[in-house]
């Protein structure tokens, strides 16, 4: 089983406290839903672990398999498994989709020699599961690329890598329902006792096909409480102005289960 522990992680951007204390298990085999309001730390969370240099750790650690990662450089991070999915996904001029996915592979495992058979084989099975033109594999990566489009390339590239765990940071994102059910069929197809998954949104659509196996709310830059699919129904049915409106999470935590 592989674990990442996040303990009493503290984070600052420019001098302002944005994480204030996160504590979270991920287990492989599980994956995990983040929601909060706006400004609450959950895309810091994940540009945190990912090393952001824009963000300055201050406190806590975050252990992949026993390895503090807070302590390793990005490429490094990606070795041991981590992989982000972005927000906004990131156009790259000149480099094709199919190189861009085979250079990943061979920076991710050095070891390996990559074999161009089996590499292009998958590379297609995985683009015929997710729906997508296989014309994409000589376009440059999310050039011209739709919304839609750039997060099921986000899929692709976690079904090509096969991390350990996978923060994805609101995938779900200016998704239409078509492209919401692949989306969401491709993270699913990667459930297994080798991989867990962090989603991070606001809503619950995505979560009704994902279906996660805990649930947490963020909220100034706190965990302020965990449980299942009936928190996600709370939140549906009170809107995050409940949470607003709640002086201290003591009360917050009384009002969700209370």
């Not at 984070?11 to 706006?38: C, D, F, Q, Y």
């Not at 730390?41 to 650690?61: C, F, I, Q, W």
């Not at 080798?194 to 979560?207: A, C, E, K, S």
């Amino acid at each position: 089983m592989n674990i990442l522990e996040i303990k009493n992680l503290k984070a600052e951007i420019e001098g302002k406290p944005i994480l204030r204390g996160i504590n979270l298990t991920l287990r492989s085999g599980e994956v995990h839903a983040m929601m909060g309001p706006n400004g609450s730390g959950k895309s810091t969370l994940a540009n945190v672990l990912m090393g952001h240099p824009d963000y300055r750790v201050t406190a806590g650690e975050a252990l992949l398999n026993g390895e503090n990662i807070l302590e390793l450089d990005i490429p490094e991070r990606a070795r041991l498994g981590l992989f982000l999915a972005f927000q906004y996904p990131v156009e790259i001029p000149g480099v094709t989709v199919g190189k861009f996915l085979k250079r990943s592979l061979e920076a991710l495992r050095p070891e390996e020699r990559v074999n161009m058979t089996e590499y292009i084989k998958e590379l297609r099975s995985s683009m015929d599961f997710l729906e997508m033109d296989q014309n994409f594999i000589n376009r440059n990566l999310n050039e011209g690329f739709s919304g839609g489009e750039k997060k099921r390339m986000e899929i692709l590239q976690m079904m090509m890598m096969k991390p350990r765990f996978a923060v994805m940071d609101e995938t779900d994102s200016g998704l239409d329902m078509d492209a919401l059910k692949i989306v969401s069929k491709g993270i699913n197809a990667q459930r297994d006792k080798d991989f867990g998954g962090l989603i991070i949104t606001h809503y619950q659509r995505i979560l009704d096909h994902v279906k996660p196996d805990h649930v947490h709310i963020m909220y100034q830059g706190e965990i302020i409480t965990s449980g299942g699919m009936e928190l996600i129904k709370k939140l549906e049915d009170k809107g995050y102005n409940w949470l607003n409106e709640t002086v201290t999470a003591g009360e917050i935590r009384e009002a969700v289960y209370g």
